[in-house]
C-alpha cells in the first residue's frame, strides 16, 4: 500500500479508504485496486503494482471517466451509472466515477468473472461517497485558507516593493 496525495487528508479518513479498497480487493481477488481524486492524483493504492504505473493509470482513468461523462451529457444521454469496463488481453479495468470526487479503479485478472468485480465495486463506491464529502469539505476549506493566505502575502509584497 502507498498513499500519496496533495489534497488533505486526515488520518482517519485515510484509514477508513484504505479499509474499503482493501476489503474491495480481498472479496474480487483483484491484482490491484486504486483510488484517485478526479484529476488523476493518486490517493491510495492496494495490491501488485509491478507491472503497470499506478500513477499513468490513475490520469488516464480519471480522463476516461471525464471524458465518458462529458460525451454523455453533450449527446442528452444519462449517466451510465458511473460504471466503465475495460478488457485486456490479461487484466480487465472496472472504472468507477465517486459523487465526481474520486475514481476507483479495480484491475482484475480475465479470468475472474466481472459481474462480481461490478457487484462489490458498486459496494465500495457507495461506502466511499460520504468519504468524498468530506474530501471535498476539506479541499474548499484548505483553497479558501490558501486563497486569504496568498492574497495578504500578495499584497504586503507589493506594498513593500512599491515603497522603495
Request: aromatic residues 6%.
Amino acid at each position: 500500500m502507498r498513499m500519496r496525495t496533495n489534497a488533505p487528508l486526515s488520518a482517519e479518513l485515510t484509514e477508513q479508504i484504505n479499509h474499503i479498497l482493501g476489503n474491495l480487493r480481498d472479496l474480487t481477488k483483484a491484482q490491484c485496486v486504486i483510488l484517485a481524486d478526479a484529476s488523476g492524483q493518486l490517493i491510495s493504492v492496494q495490491g501488485q503494482t509491478q507491472e503497470i504505473d499506478p500513477v499513468l493509470i490513475a490520469v488516464l482513468a480519471a480522463a476516461d471517466v471525464m471524458a465518458t461523462t462529458e460525451l454523455i451529457r453533450q449527446i442528452g444521454g444519462r449517466d451510465p451509472g458511473g460504471a466503465l469496463f475495460r478488457r485486456g488481453k490479461r487484466v480487465n479495468l472496472y472504472l468507477f466515477d465517486v459523487a465526481s470526487s474520486f475514481v476507483l479503479i479495480i484491475i482484475f485478472q480475465t479470468n475472474t468473472l466481472a459481474g462480481l468485480v461490478h457487484t462489490f465495486g458498486k459496494r465500495a463506491v457507495n461506502r466511499l461517497r460520504p468519504l468524498a464529502a468530506e474530501f471535498e469539505r476539506r479541499i474548499e476549506k484548505s483553497a479558501t485558507i490558501t486563497d486569504a493566505t496568498f492574497g495578504t502575502s500578495l499584497a504586503e509584497e507589493m506594498d513593500r516593493a512599491f515603497e522603495r
